[in-house]
């Protein structure tokens, strides 16, 4: 029997694409996945057996190391959330919430600004590298910073994320002109004719490189977050970790107590203030949620 070994790529109407080697196989899945209620992700690793006709059969999935709600996807290396420098104007608490979503699960995530023709990226790259971030001040449409970005992908499974008109689909593009994605308004009226949600899919981009555009995915909902306790909240923001143990008070929220560590950082400037005001906003979001749950 031909067991190879494989990463699904995509899936559509319970046939998944998987990569395997410089192959793809179309594959269903053994019963005996779907009966421990277990829904395979475009990133899942398997072993499949070949069949006769060319076509697979999944038998196993290996562990994940992690997995993302919204967009569905596993064993992803790297989360870019993008942004544009204006037009449209970043949102900074829909970018925090993917960044707290990919902090939640264990995953790298960058920050990447572009549109830095229409405005300096600066004041967006200098909240997001107080937060660790590693940021690029990229420019699809003069090819500015692709290199530098191409390279950092180089070997890894990555997803890119944002609001609609950021330039994810020019940045891909960019970066791996071979994908020819859809850009600009074609990509919005053809997003607005669909209603059916589209299933994130990898494309292979080079050697054990794989990239995910996520299309119409803009808005995410609290509860898709992952974040269980909002108590927890406070763990999904890197820069806040120096200082939780310098408040006043033993059990401080870091919403607004005197003698707070987080604020008192906030203050200083070392937290910028939009990454706080997320947090406390967020915070709000999640308990009110628990509370109604
Ligand atoms: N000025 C400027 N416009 C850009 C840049 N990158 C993309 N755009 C434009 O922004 C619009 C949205 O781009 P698109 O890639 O479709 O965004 P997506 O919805 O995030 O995939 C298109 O009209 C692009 O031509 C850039 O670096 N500078
Ligand atoms: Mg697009
Ligand atoms: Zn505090």
Not at 90 to 111: F, Q, S
Request: glycine letters at 10%.
């Amino acid at each position: 029997m031909d067991i190879v070994e494989g990463v699904i790529i995509k899936e559509k109407k319970g046939l998944y694409t998987v990569a395997s080697g410089d192959s793809q196989v179309l594959c269903k899945a053994g019963s005996h996945i779907r009966k421990d209620g277990l829904r395979l992700l475009a990133g899942d690793r398997v072993e499949l057996e070949r069949n006769a006709d060319g076509s697979g059969f999944i038998r196993t999935v290996k562990e994940r190391k992690n997995c993302l709600a919204r967009p569905a996807v596993a064993n992803i290396d790297l989360f870019v959330v993008v942004t544009a420098t204006m037009s449209p104007d970043p949102y900074l608490y829909n970018i925090d919430k993917l960044t707290v979503m990919a902090e939640n699960a264990g995953v790298e995530t960058v920050i990447a600004v572009n549109k830095s023709d229409l405005c300096a990226p600066t004041a967006l790259i200098d909240i997001y590298e107080k937060a660790f971030y590693k940021c690029f001040s990229l420019c699809a449409a003069r090819g500015e910073g692709i290199e530098e970005l191409r390279t950092y992908l180089d070997g890894k499974t990555a997803v890119f994320a944002g609001a609609s008109g950021v330039g994810k689909s020019s940045l891909l593009n960019a970066l791996y002109p071979s994908l020819n994605a859809e850009t600009g308004e074609l990509s919005k009226k053809i997003a607005r004719g669909k209603n059916t949600t589209r299933h994130t899919e990898f494309f292979a981009v080079g050697d054990n490189t794989y990239i995910a555009d996520t299309p119409g995915f803009t808005m995410l909902d609290e509860d898709r977050l992952g974040v269980e306790e909002y108590e927890e909240l406070k763990y999904c923001f890197p820069e806040f970790e120096a200082h939780l143990g310098s408040c006043a008070f033993r059990g401080c929220t870091h919403l607004k107590e005197e003698g707070c560590g987080v604020i008192g950082a906030v203050n200083s400037g070392l937290i910028a203030e939009s990454r706080h005001g997320s947090f406390v906003k967020l915070y709000g979001e999640l308990k009110a949620r628990k509370r109604y749950s």
